[in-house]
């Protein structure tokens, strides 16, 4: 019951910007959190960023200081400004979020992946 649709993805030097989006799409129920993900070439898809539903953010370390993930006052969107980008940061980056209709049941889901590419 929900749709993701990312946007926001492209090609930029190193020490450059990118701001990803994520906008969910759903009529009913809730969502838990808000991630980012993103998965490199001949790599397993990692955790990037994460937004609770309380606001509470994750981030992993490779990305700190750097990645900054927010969301709207709808808690719809979801974004991903990333700064001071270097070439390991190339990847995939996928949106993912956490939606429930029922209190304990909760769903997974997963937006379309945009390619980030940072040049060296």
């Known amino acids: 019951q929900v749709q993701l649709a990312e946007s926001g993805g492209g090609l930029v030097q190193a020490g450059g910007s990118l701001r990803l989006s994520c906008a969910a799409s759903?009529?009913?129920?809730?969502?838990?959190?808000m991630n980012w993900y993103r998965q490199a070439p001949g790599k397993q898809r990692a955790l990037v960023a994460r937004i609770n539903r309380d606001g509470s953010i994750n981030y992993a370390d490779s990305v700190k200081g750097r990645f900054t993930i927010s969301r709207d006052n709808a808690e719809r969107t979801v974004y991903l400004q990333m700064n001071s980008l270097k070439p390991e940061d190339t990847a995939v980056y996928y949106c993912?979020?956490?939606?429930?209709?029922?209190?304990?049941?909760?769903?997974?889901?997963w937006g379309q992946g945009t390619q980030v590419t940072v040049s060296s």
């Open positions: 993912n979020v956490q939606w429930s209709v029922v209190a304990s049941i909760w769903y997974d889901y």
């Open positions: 759903y009529n009913t129920g809730s969502i838990n959190t």
